[in-house]
């Protein structure tokens, strides 16, 4: 079957997030690197916020470099996951067992960030959940944001997973219209989740409350 034909169907993470290795590696995305070359000198440990922190690479390699650091995901296996990587290196994460499509948060969050994980949401919910999101951020704190955008041009990914509807571009950073942006950019990438290598366009912002 064409790659641009495969069915829709639902990707089961707490599945995946059953083996022994870990599905999207350990290895954080370069969305990590980015927050921190933006967010500088990293003091008083600032409380993180990862959404869909999946098995915890991300999570925990801002932990590493001074957050305080806790992971939110609907996958029991994957926070599992996530505390064992944590203790393997040495590191205190927390972890929430939550959606990020009905979860209730409190306020007090210096950085939300989430790569990977918000075209979950459903276009009809995207609106009230940035919403949620930004109000229990802390004033000068920051999100660090990517999400999958839909390109003609590129097929489906093998791995694709109809419970993730992909943003338009350009939509991501509407949320942010009241914010300071300090980065915006769409770009396209390789990727090799799955096994099969494939494409993915992806949006990433990095904004700030003011």
Same mark, same amino acid.
Request: proline fraction near 0%; charged fraction near 30%; charge should be positive.
């Given at each position: 079957m064409p790659s641009d034909e495969r069915p829709d169907r639902e990707i089961p993470y707490d599945t995946? !997030?059953? /083996?022994? *290795? !870990?599905y999207w590696g350990k290895k954080p995305s370069s969305s990590c690197e980015k927050l921190l070359e933006i967010f500088g000198p990293i003091e008083g440990r600032p409380k993180l916020l990862d959404l869909g922190c999946g098995e915890g690479r991300n999570a925990i390699h801002l932990a590493k470099h001074g957050f305080e650091a806790t992971g939110l995901d609907k996958s029991r296996n994957g926070? %599992? %996951?996530t #505390? *064992?990587?944590a203790s393997s290196v040495g590191l205190e994460v927390? $972890?929430?067992l939550g959606d990020i499509k009905d979860c209730r948060l409190a306020s007090g969050w210096d950085v939300i960030f989430s790569t990977g994980t918000i075209h979950y949401l459903p276009p009809e919910m995207r609106e009230e959940r940035f919403a949620h999101f930004k109000e229990? $951020?802390? =004033? =000068? =704190?920051?999100? /660090?944001i990517s999400v999958f955008v839909k390109k003609p041009f590129i097929p489906r990914a093998p791995d694709g997973n109809s419970a993730a509807p992909s943003f338009r571009s350009g939509e #991501? #950073? =509407?949320y942010y219209w009241d914010w300071e942006i300090l980065f915006c950019t769409e770009e396209i990438f390789d990727c090799n989740s799955g096994g099969e290598p494939h494409k993915h366009a992806v949006n990433r912002v990095v904004a700030? %409350?003011?």
């Open positions: 995946l !997030y059953e /083996a022994k *290795e !870990y926070l %599992k %996951k #505390l *064992e990587l927390k $972890t929430i229990v $951020t802390v =004033g =000068g =704190g920051v999100h /660090a #991501l #950073l =509407g700030r %409350k003011v």
